[in-house]
């Protein structure tokens, strides 16, 4: 059998032998896409977005797009029966770049992460990255599945080490994009993965990240949209007094920055009902633990999916119970029609972190679990 490259090759080469000039060819072999349909996507301004979705033949395919000048992001799906096992886990999309060069995916059809990519310098350097990425893609692949068995119950206990092993695979594959973009600032590739990221980033960090690549594709869709994410995070960048809020907690309590000046703290924006924020509790704990007796404290902010405020509390209160969590809690809800803290934050993602200054400055913020930012900086707060 012939191997990957060779087929790639000697595919690529009769294409290009055709001349043709004002249009790529993107063929693939995946092994199990039978004659299933492949959807090719590709993200441009305003009517310049494009779909297409061709015909699968015993495992392969092949779809005829436009050139371009400057690379364009697109994405492959393939389109399942709607019955089977292929619908138990979603199946990610395999993402690529379009630009001047025919194109050839090599690979497995249920398992997208892990194909092989030809077209180009950019699509190079990206699938070189995916490919770094691709055990620990199918560690939380079996993670994942584990979550969502439905003939098997998880104890409270079981669903939190699940979900923090998986932060831990995030964490993983975050480490390995943030090295990818400070080592290419000039690649497409940088610019597509800091416009998907912003969350395993502190927020100062991520708008250094973008302020240090090159300007080559600044320009395009995907810069625009960091751009964009920019400007919201520059709003609680570090140095930036913190946005006022004042709301009673649950012990009946005032809590406003006021209240908590002189106190280094951090606001933790949460909810019961996500997973990813329940899972950060045991190391939040440990901050707290370490730290308390120094002034330290944590000011959980609650944003429920409860129909009315009883259901709120009920949701609220039962997961504060059951996580053990011993800090400052204060509903969104309750209260809400004053003021909603999530959006004077501009929150969009949970759990977001904003750590605090003793001085009433923000410190640093982070989304997800994928960042350490704060951690070192309470380090280097307290000295250990």
């Known amino acids: 059998m012939k191997s990957f490259l060779a087929v790639a090759g000697l595919m690529l080469g009769s294409l290009i032998a055709k001349g043709q000039t004002d249009s790529i060819f993107i063929k693939g072999n995946l092994k199990g896409l039978g004659n299933n ?16 979705v061709v015909q699968g033949n015993a495992d392969q395919f092949s779809a005829r797009v ?20 292929h619908n138990q886990i979603p199946i990610a999309p395999f993402n690529f770049f379009l630009l001047d060069q025919d194109i050839f995916m090599g690979g497995d059809a249920r398992f997208l ?37 439905k003939d098997k119950k998880l104890t409270a206990a079981d669903s939190l080490k699940l979900h923090e092993e998986l932060m831990a695979t995030y964490r993983e594959n975050s480490a390995k994009e943030k090295a990818f973009i400070k080592a290419h600032p000039d690649a497409f590739a940088s610019v597509f993965i800091l416009s998907r990221t912003a969350n ?101 902010i609650a944003h429920e999916r409860g129909k009315t405020l009883e259901d709120s509390k009920k949701s609220w209160l039962k997961a504060i119970e059951e996580d053990d969590i011993r800090w400052v809690h204060i ?37 997800s679990g994928a960042s350490d930012a704060i951690d070192k900086a309470l380090e280097k707060i307290y000295g250990f």
């Open 37 to 52: 349909k492949v959807s090719i996507s590709w993200t441009g301004e305003g009517s310049k977005n494009g779909y297409i």
């Open 66 to 85: 436009a050139a371009r000048k400057t690379p364009v992001a697109a994405r492959l799906n393939i389109s399942w029966p709607r019955e089977g096992q």
């Open 113 to 149: 992460q892990g194909v092989k990519l030809q077209g180009g310098k950019q699509n190079k350097l990206y699938n070189d990255l995916q490919q770094s990425m691709v055990a620990t893609e199918v560690k939380q692949k079996r993670l994942m599945g584990r979550l969502l068995e």
């Open 200 to 300: 395993g980033y502190g927020a100062d960090e991520y708008i250094a990240a973008w302020n240090a690549l090159a300007p080559d594709y600044k320009n395009t869709v995907q810069g625009k949209d960091i751009e964009q994410t920019v400007q919201r995070l520059s709003l609680t960048k570090a140095g930036t007094p913190v946005l006022a809020f004042d709301r009673v907690d649950k012990d009946g309590n005032r809590v406003s920055r006021e209240t908590l000046k002189g106190k280094a703290y951090i606001l933790d924006f949460w909810g019961s009902w996500c997973g990813p924020c329940r899972a950060s509790h045991p190391h939040l704990k440990e901050l707290y633990k370490k730290y308390k007796s120094k002034g330290f404290e944590i000011v959980a």
């Open 331 to 367: 509903l969104n809800q309750d209260g809400i029609e004053q003021q909603n803290i999530v959006k004077t934050f501009n929150v969009n993602a949970f759990p977001t972190k904003i750590l605090v200054g003793a001085d009433g400055k923000i410190i640093t913020r982070t989304t």
